[in-house]
């Protein structure tokens, strides 16, 4: 199958940056989106950004201008640089694919285990 590894959490002081990354390995044919979304104490998971196969980027409102996500395709690898962080972004943050697998050649979305993120002082 598809497994997807996230690193690069941790605690951060306001205005700091973290860098996260998630690579996905396994039976892989292809990837196509790769997506990060972050779920915050008491509130539902958003998707914070996406980046198609093709380097097109999207951005939730809150995070644009200070995020950015980025891929190496080479490495089946997602990115997502984060600067100027707030302590609104504390959340789990957690990697999300649309993977073609090799054995059934269907597109299926994949998750990674998340990746802890606190901006506190």
């Known amino acids: 199958q598809v497994q997807l590894v996230e690193s690069g959490g941790g605690l951060v002081q306001p205005g700091g940056s973290l860098r996260l990354s998630c690579t996905a390995s396994?039976?892989?044919?292809?990837?196509?989106?790769m997506r990060w979304y972050r779920q915050a104490p008491g509130k539902q998971r958003e998707l914070a950004a996406t980046i198609t196969s093709g380097g097109f980027t999207n951005y939730l409102d809150s995070v644009k201008g200070r995020f950015t996500i980025s891929r190496d395709n080479a490495k089946n690898t997602v990115y997502l640089q984060m600067k100027r962080l707030k302590p609104e972004d504390t959340a789990v943050y957690y990697c999300n694919a649309d993977v073609k697998v090799t054995q059934t050649l269907a597109v299926e979305g994949f998750w990674g285990q998340g990746t802890q993120v606190t901006v506190s002082s």
């Open positions: 396994g039976s892989i044919f292809r990837v196509y989106a």
